[in-house]
């Protein structure tokens, strides 16, 4: 079994993310040497548990930890003031201390919760990530942004909280629905659109090979995203300059989200699949990028079966302006004006904040107008 790690340089806050198959029976003696008491909460979801609560358990069993176990409901509702609140009165009840462990077992929906519960139960105690989502393993379990939504918009409420640990096991990839592994890639493949020419190639080449189940694949796939990300956290840990880049087609993206109710209209992947085209169209409208960078990006997408326009999303959306005000809730708002994530070409993107909103106007009307052809 082999197994790779990423290291997270941050001094005193310093981690390993840890990625290979068969981690998760591993999980008790990667996880023993970070506990000072024997107190460990879980905090996972009901498909989750259903699958693989057994298994860790069993891990935690062989180093003599005996975890206390909270399970939530699936899906991005939970990402909500109601289950931080049971989760963290939950933490309470189980007399988790400073010096214990809340370990998030999920995917980004877990993983952002039990961190943000995690950061803000007794001004933050440990936390280890363990992430069963495509998306969850390349993204949102590393770096430290946890939170919640709100009414008005996805993840306005949160913290930077920085786990201890993170455990990819690349074998639970196994069991996602086809959906939720095309969400994730989604996530994968924003990598290579924002700084990484070759590995977008590396992709195009080899993406039917990571999506057919190829543990090799999938490792690199991975390991090379978390590495992305990382020097991103390292450079920019709080998202001032650099680490922005991040957010490409998540500002479009979380507008999305919000106009589909945050359901399963729509998976937070697929509105970035669907937000990074609409990056590169806009790019392209500016005169920004090549017009021959949108249509790349489009086929790759459609290759892998991702969702790639406003067409692809079911059931009614707002007019242009009103997904500009929606936009306008994201948390990416500097100074009163929206920042986007633009690119000059594939693997070159940028931060700008002060976009041309009547171009974003009309590149979103043109795609909501072909929705009625």
Known sequence: MSIETVHVPLGSRAYDIRIGAGLLSRAGAEIAPLRRRPRIAIVTERNVAARHLGALEAALRTEGIAPAVLTLDPGEGSKSWAALQQTVEWLISERIARDDLVVAFGGGVIGDLAGFAAAILRRGVGLVQIPTSLLAQVDSSVG?????????????????????????DIDLLDTLAERDFRAGYAEVVKYGLLGDAGF??????EGGRLAAGDSAARTRAVRRSCEMKVDLVVRDETEQGDRALLNLGHTFGHALEAATGYSDRLLHGEAVSIGCLLAFQTSAALGLCPQEAPSRVAAHFAAMGLKRSLRDIPGPLPDADGLIALMAQDKKVRDGRLVF??????????????????????????ELAARTE
């Open 144 to 168: 430290g942004k946890t939170g919640i939504n709100s009414t008005l918009g996805k993840n306005l409420v949160g913290a930077f909280h920085q786990p201890k640990l993170v455990l990819a």
């Open 200 to 205: 977008f190639d590396w992709l195009e080449a």
């Open 341 to 366: 994530v633009l690119v000059r070409d594939i693997g070159a993107a940028f931060v700008s904040g002060d976009t041309d909103l009547a171009v974003v106007r009309k590149v979103l009307a043109a």
